[in-house]
């Protein structure tokens, strides 16, 4: 199967420490978006990759958190001092075609701050 | 701000009868509209879009309704399947904005068979 993958699929961590997500895009695809989707939500924009480069942010990332798309393939979301708020459903999705909208998304991961 | 905005958290329809979801937005730069289709513990599946230029695309039993001047649109299910009943998300994007997905809160599809 080559469609977005993302690790670990759930996480649980204290309040305060520092966690690390992964995604693995559809492979040749050069865009990436990171969105965070709480209880009775949408997903919701949180920050965007054209290959290597971080091109836009959105508001809702704040200073604690940071992604990194090294080489353009994988990206990585880091969370530093984790809040009960950053409780959420972490997606991932990738998309490679200039000429659509379609974003395909992976599982997600699931994060739980005790 | 909700610029994207689904009414209806919840709708039962009856198996092999018509699906109507509805999806309001605020945001006139948006050009280009998708529905995804939300079963639990996976994350959300492209089901069709549709330009702003078009009124209408149709993709086997899924097709979507775009009413530009009412900034609405709408997705029909027909004939729907128990295999339907899913969480339906409406998006949208806007050419000039890196393309970022602006999502609805959900419709919750029930299928009774």
């Known amino acids: 199967d080559t469609g977005v993958s993302q690790n670990p699929r759930h996480k649980i961590t204290k309040r305060g420490q520092n966690v690390t997500f992964r995604c693995d895009p559809i492979?040749?695809?050069?865009?990436l978006y990171w969105y965070r989707q709480t209880l009775g939500q949408g997903p919701e924009f949180l920050t965007y990759?054209?290959?290597?480069?971080?091109?836009?942010k959105s508001r809702l990332l704040s200073d604690r958190f940071s992604a990194e798309r090294p080489k353009g393939s994988f990206s990585t979301l880091e969370i530093q001092r984790t809040e009960q708020g950053d409780s959420a459903m972490y997606l991932c999705a990738s998309t490679g075609d200039s000429t659509t909208y379609e974003q395909y998304f992976g599982p997600g991961t699931r994060l739980t701050v005790t | 701000d909700q610029q994207v905005k689904q009414n209806s958290p919840s709708l039962s329809v009856q198996e092999g009868r018509i699906s109507i979801l509805n999806c309001d937005y605020t945001n006139s730069m948006f050009d280009y509209f998708l529905w995804y289709k939300k079963y639990p513990a996976e994350g959300p599946t492209f089901l069709i879009s549709?330009?702003?230029?078009?009124d209408k695309n149709e993709d086997g039993r899924f097709t979507v309704f775009l009413n530009k001047s009412a900034k609405h649109l709408s997705l029909h299910i027909v004939p729907s399947q128990p295999g339907d009943s899913a969480v339906y998300f409406c998006a949208a994007s806007d050419s000039f904005g890196n393309e970022k997905l602006t999502f609805g809160t959900g419709t919750r599809l029930t299928i009774i068979p």
């Open positions: 492979s040749e695809h050069n865009r």
């Open positions: 990759f054209q290959n290597e480069a971080q091109l836009e």
């Open positions: 549709i330009s702003s230029i078009k």
